[in-house]
């Protein structure tokens, strides 16, 4: 399916309107430019998200916010171990309303334009699953009925990276498919006096956010991010970069070709995030790591050295 | 929007093509410069070491050496070196490159930025001008060694053989049959009396009158006759002589 935001917005106002979206966004969260940059690009490039950080950083709080300023429906799904697909997905109720008792579909919370899984880990391999076909196909299938998901849709996913006890591990195949894996970290002293500030002054701190753009106009907006032109020799690099991480020494195995594809569309979207009508090498460097941090395997005597997927993208990077 | 679309990867095109135009001119430029150097050095080498040479054979090495020069520096084309020399089309002209099949609205968009960004660009961005100044320097130093050369050095020998024969030849023409040297009035069938061999005429005159005084003392008389006799060397012409007068008389 094509779908179309045209007429919605021109090429001209995109920067105007990422800035306008960045402006409201910061009007509850208090810095994390990197992080929003990589959420925003993540959405112009129709991809999901693995947000990875201590609990408290709030994350919730930013996938809502980013959500209501670009007026997409939104819903949370909070994690636990005894979570159902169908808890997800929907489910066949009995509707006898109409005094004829019948089987109707009653859509879950995956049926909304950005879905948050709070704490991914935590759901059975059964449930995570369910949602790998709403991340890749955009639908969903009850019974052996498949329903399609409105667009724009993106799932964002959480996950605490100091708590392991009771979780379950992401599959490596379903891992692949969140366009990257970003990692908030602590705030600055300033800002967290910021926070602190904005969050304890007013009893129910909501501002009231502006709706930057609408759903067709997002889509235009994915539209454009294609359309970014990419020169053959940073395409080349992207594909030398990936294809590194599958020779390396320190790493078990190596990135996919989707982790290719997904490479060149976050340096798109970065690119139109930052203004320019081309992929700059720059772009490409700066989405290496959130691209491929959780698509590589660091070998045992890596994580011995203390090694991170971090260094390995840099070195692999600079090496390129 | 067609049309637009089309239009901006002609410019672009057109862009490519003009730029490849400004990167020849200035290899040309410097490939002229680096043989004129050589020709000069040469020149000024030859000249001090006394070697004499046909200017034919320097010709040909100075051909070839433009040549070679030229495609040495010019194997390596691409827009990357524009990038390199101007940083605002940092990634964008290879870019441009890259896409000029796209007809969409980003790549419009790139093609009008890098013509707007591209419209300083020409070449003296890509001459490494302190290199071209020092060249030039060179060939203005080698230009008036040669030429002062010529002016201080004293032991200039001249070969100026061709000169005098030159000079003989012209000598020997005018002595055939269009002589127009000696007596040619040639009137009465008479001889040349003009010595061409020498370059001196001898020629004396001894007078018989009476002195300065002895007129005076006699005082002067209107069929008084001053009388002169001729060297004896040409006492042989005298009937000629006699001749000239009684015809010159004869006119009279």
Redesign the interface.
Known sequence: MKLSGKGSVKYDKVNEKLAEIKNEVSKVIVGQEDVIDQILTCMLCDGNILLESNPGMGKTKMASTISESIGLDFARIQSTPDLMPSDITGTHIIDDSSGKAEFEFQEGPIFANMVLADEINRATPKTQSALLEAMQEKQVTVGNKSYELERPFFLIATQNPIEQEGTYPLPEAQMDRFMMKIKVDFPEHEEEQDIVKRFTEELNYDPDLNKVISRASLIKLQEFTRQVPIADDILNDVVNIVRATRKKQELDYGASPRASINLVLAAKGHALIENRNHVSQKDVDVMAKPVLRHRIGLSFAAEKKGLTEDDVIKEIVDGV | MIDGLRDGTVRIEGLLKRLKREYWKVKILQSSLDTLILVLSINFIAFLSSISYDYRILGGIAGGFFLLNLVYRTRGYSVEIYEEENSEL???L??????LD?R????E??FG?VMDRARTVTSESIIPSERLVQKLFLVGGLSILTAVSGLVVPAIDVDTSNVYESFNQLVDSESGEDDFRGNVSNVLGEESDLDETGSQVDISIVGEGESFEESVLRGFSGDTELRYEASPELTGDEELMREYSLRIRELE
Do not use: F, P
């Open positions: 940092q990634e964008l290879r870019t441009a490159r890259d896409n796209k969409d609205e980003v790549s968009a790139l930025d």
